[in-house]
């Protein structure tokens, strides 16, 4: 048998289903699509359940797929074991409501046994225990006799995901030989050990479960078969595990010359090389479809495993930052299969590296903080970290929980799970509240689902912002309905609309439809599976039916703004990129008729001039008058053009090409200006960071310009207004004013000063002898903090050697204050235990040094008695 590689087999499997009629289709991102139920996606039917469910019609009804997918169930084994890892590639060949069994069982034989040429004698087919439709296939029809057909149980050969299709599965086994065995007797099939690999998977969708176990027959039944690439390569190539197949075999090489040591040498070292191997393909994975390392969701699955790769490159001895150099050997191994690892590349790199750095910074202060907990966990005899401890190194030090456990799990310690979950609740509990009801398809349910998938719309608005068409569906705000009358809220679906529906981060236009006897105010556009545009709003006059012919008409003047502003996003895109480096890249953005926001890959703050130069490029493009000009291409041809695509954006095979000049050229569907001077002008008028690397710009065209300038035109004559001069001269009179207050302030601090002194009036009298030592316990009216400071400095003076304390009330609120001499607190005076002795009498709380304390209070009426207990106080300390 030929020992493919890798990236021969996956092409041999995608070839050989288009073969037999399935459309090829290339991996989806590992970020759902439109799915509220998955985190990542985690099996090559994830991202086609639409098709699966017929809420889409899919492009064909045989399909067939290498998927990238993730998993992180088993994520604390990896490394441990040569099986566990948590990205993997899955092939796979579906059909919705086409062929079923027969083809399905017919063509998994084929293709291992003559394209890939696998011992046939080596191969073992499962069934579901009372599937004998497939078990007569094998044994009947391909002719495996029935002895070697395993039939099991709900548990192993039945896939079902609570509520909605599942059905019945049929795998194949490989044996893989003696040498991978356990040794036992009675070992086959189902076995714990290596010997028997589970390398095929079919599973028959041909029931509906209720959610109650109820089951019954699907009117459509589908196929979907998974086969991990990397356990057929491990197959092909004979190797122990997936750690050993060729494209992994490289990475794992390449963390072991940067250690500087061998696989296979020491068990402790193999468990880091593994898992750094897994992990930085993951990683690479994820950042090249638009995931950044974040505190939570997707983006905390990413920060674990660059932490934990890091940590254990640490222990290997590797120096300095090596996850890039990684990342590159990842790329080099899979850009046949996934191009955009290649065409991500630097951005790749450089989000490793800042996340490398960032854990660098704080993992040295982070184990030296864990070391301290460690040295009073075996003070006290304890085994167990706090949650509260766990917590502080998640939220001070960025250790992901399991990183610390398993730093702690090396000393035979463990963490409070339980603790830092309660930790945690507060993020958990907002999380919650933002979670919407999802239906099977963990998108959020809505009465949109019931519409039927056939059902799709047009759009007609490039050239035109009125259109003529019929009514296909309505829908009130939880129902589908015949018809629409006075004042009611719902959605209008037609065949044919101008309306623009929000996407692409430009924001749905508005307008009015119109029939013979009603009037429909649309107040928002949106875009729903299967292409259909809804137009969100409610009626103003009379009723709308299904199959009405209306007039749909887009607020024109929102609408051209909507388009100035989308197209100076363009403008804006290719200035940043000439201004800050080719790095910069799409992330987000948000186009309305108001005004425009665009989030981009930058990892700094911009300067004030990189801001002048970015704005002033857009300007002089729009005042070169640039042709707009849209084109439609095959999505590859797009490319070849130069034409800029959207981070993890899903394109069709028919793209728009929109080009101003020789200056942008982007992939986009919306809408914009049909020359750039009709933008008029560009103004930025905020620039600020908003996660990790992403920056944000905020800005304004044409109208909004104006209409910026005009309100801070108002604001500036509204303060000049208010400081009794013109804007002209608004600076000089600030600084008047300022000087005037400067000199002001410091007439009314003598003033109260004075004012102080006279209400102290002659306290010398009040001065009593406490062995030896003079005691100025005394009550003012009107004194505030600062004043009651001043007089006891100059009490203090006045005493030689003493302790003075003062109280007094300003609209009801005390201070007490008190002061110790050198000379008084060498005789045991200490002032802040006598203002804590005296606070509780004014209802409040202090403290202080023993030279001097403050106090303040809310209860005016305990001031004599707190003065009179100060005496005692004093004394009691000089004893």
């Not at 061998?262 to 950042?287: C, G, N, P, W």
């Not at 790095?583 to 990892?603: I, N, W």
């Not at 004030?608 to 005042?623: R, S």
């Amino acid at each position: 048998m030929k020992q493919y590689g890798v990236n021969e087999l996956r092409r041999m499997f995608l070839e050989f289903f288009e073969s037999k009629g399935h459309l090829a289709m290339k991996s989806f991102s590992l970020v759902p699509h439109n799915d509220n139920s998955l985190l990542l996606i985690n099996s090559g039917m994830a991202p086609l359940k639409p098709y699966f469910t017929g809420a889409e019609i899919p492009p064909r009804r045989r399909v067939t797929t290498c998927q990238k997918c993730i998993r992180t169930g088993d994520i604390e084994n990896v490394g441990k074991t040569a099986r566990h890892g948590t990205f993997f590639e899955m092939l796979g060949n579906f059909s919705f409501g086409d062929y079923f069994k027969d083809e399905a069982i017919h063509w998994t034989w084929e293709f291992l046994t003559e394209v890939v040429g696998l011992d046939k004698d080596r191969l073992y087919p499962s069934v579901y225990v009372e599937d004998d439709e497939a078990f007569n296939i094998w044994n009947k029809e391909i002719g495996i006799p029935a002895e070697r057909i395993f039939r099991f149980g709900k548990e192993d050969n039945f896939w079902e995901h609570g509520a909605g299709p599942c059905g019945p599965c049929s795998e194949v086994y490989y044996d893989r030989g003696e040498k991978y065995g356990c040794g036992k007797p009675g070992c086959t099939v189902g076995c714990d050990c290596d010997r028997y690999m589970e390398i095929w998977n079919n599973v028959f969708t041909q029931f509906d479960n209720d959610g109650h176990n109820n089951y019954t027959e699907l009117k459509q039944k589908n196929i979907d078969t998974g086969m991990g690439l990397e356990r057929l390569a491990s197959v092909v190539q004979d190797v122990d595990s997936i750690f050993d197949v060729d494209t992994v075999r490289a990475l794992r090489d390449k963390v072991c010359e940067l250690a500087h040591t061998e696989y296979k040498k020491d068990e402790q070292k193999d468990v880091s090389i593994r898992l750094i191997t897994d992990h930085i393909r993951s990683a690479t994975f994820m950042i090249s479809d638009g995931i950044m390392p974040t505190n939570e969701g997707r983006g905390y699955v990413l920060r674990r495993l660059i932490r934990r790769a890091a940590r254990h490159g640490r222990l290997l001895g590797i120096e300095g930052k090596f996850l890039a150099k990684l990342s590159e050997t990842v790329i080099e191994g899979s850009k046949d299969g996934y191009p955009e690892l290649d065409e991500k590349r630097e951005f790749i790199f450089k989000v490793l590296d800042q996340e490398e750095e960032k854990f660098n910074k704080t993992i040295d202060q982070g184990l030296s903080i864990l070391a301290d907990m460690e040295a009073e966990m075996e003070a006290k005899g304890e085994k167990v970290l706090s949650g509260e401890n766990t917590f502080k190194l998640y939220d001070t030090y960025g250790f992901p929980v399991d990183l610390t456990k398993e730093i702690l799990e090396e000393k035979g310690l463990s963490v409070d799970e339980k603790g830092f979950q309660a930790a945690m609740e507060e993020q958990r509990v907002k999380a919650r509240e933002a979670r919407a009801v999802t239906n099977y398809m963990g998108a959020d349910a809505t009465v949109y689902d019931q519409i039927d998938p056939k059902v799709t719309s047009a759009f007609v608005g490039y050239d035109s912002l009125t259109a003529e068409s019929e009514i296909t569906v309505l829908t009130t705000d939880s129902e589908l309905t015949e018809a629409l009358t006075d004042g009611q809220s719902g959605t209008i679906f037609v065949k044919e609309t101008p309306f623009y529906a929000t996407m692409g981060g430009q924001q749905g236009d508005t307008g009015v439809i119109r029939s013979e006897n009603g009037e429909f105010e649309v107040q928002d556009t949106i875009k729903l599976r299967g292409g259909k545009i809804g137009h969100v709003g409610r009626v103003t006059k009379g009723m709308f039916k299904v199959s009405d012919q209306v007039t749909l008409e887009v607020a024109a003047k929102k609408h051209a703004d909507t388009c100035k502003n989308h197209s100076a996003t363009h403008l804006l895109q290719k200035a940043l990129k000439t201004v800050l480096g080719s790095h910069v890249e799409q992330k987000g953005s948000l186009v309305t008729p108001d005004r425009l926001r665009f989030d981009f890959s930058h990892f700094e703050a911009m300067t004030p001039e990189e801001i002048e130069k970015v704005e002033a490029q857009v300007n002089q493009e729009i005042q070169a008058a640039l042709p707009v000009v849209t084109d439609v291409m095959d999505i590859e041809e797009a490319k070849k053009t130069g034409a800029m695509a959207l981070f993890g954006e899903k394109y069709e095979e028919k793209v728009r090409v929109v080009s101003m000049g020789d200056f942008s050229k982007e992939l986009c569907g919306g809408t914009h200006v049909a020359n750039t001077s009709q933008i008029m002008v560009f103004k930025i008028v905020s620039e600020a960071g908003i996660a990790a690397g992403v920056r944000r710009i905020e800005a304004l065209t044409g109208d909004g310009v104006f209409a910026y300038y005009k309100n801070v035109e108002e604001q500036l004559q509204e303060a000049a207004k208010t400081a009794k001069t013109t804007p002209v001269n608004l600076t000089e009179k600030i600084e008047h004013l300022l000087a005037e207050i400067k000199e002001l302030h410091s007439e009314n601090e003598a003033l109260k000063s004075k004012a102080a002194k006279d209400a102290l009036g002659d306290v010398m009298d009040q001065v009593r002898d406490i062995n030896g030592v003079k005691v100025l316990a005394a009550k003012l009216e009107g004194v505030d903090m600062n004043g009651l400071r001043d007089l006891g400095d100059q009490l203090k003076e006045k005493l030689g050697e003493g302790v003075v304390v003062l109280a007094s009330a300003v609209d009801g609120k005390v201070s007490l204050m008190a002061t110790a001499t050198d000379g008084a607190q060498k005789k045991g005076a200490h002032a802040g235990n006598l203002i804590k002795a005296i606070a509780g009498l004014v209802g409040g709380g202090g403290g202080g040094r023993p030279g001097m304390a403050q106090a303040g209070g809310k209860n005016a009426d305990g001031i004599d008695a707190a003065i009179a207990k100060a005496a005692e106080v004093a004394a009691e300390q000089m004893k």
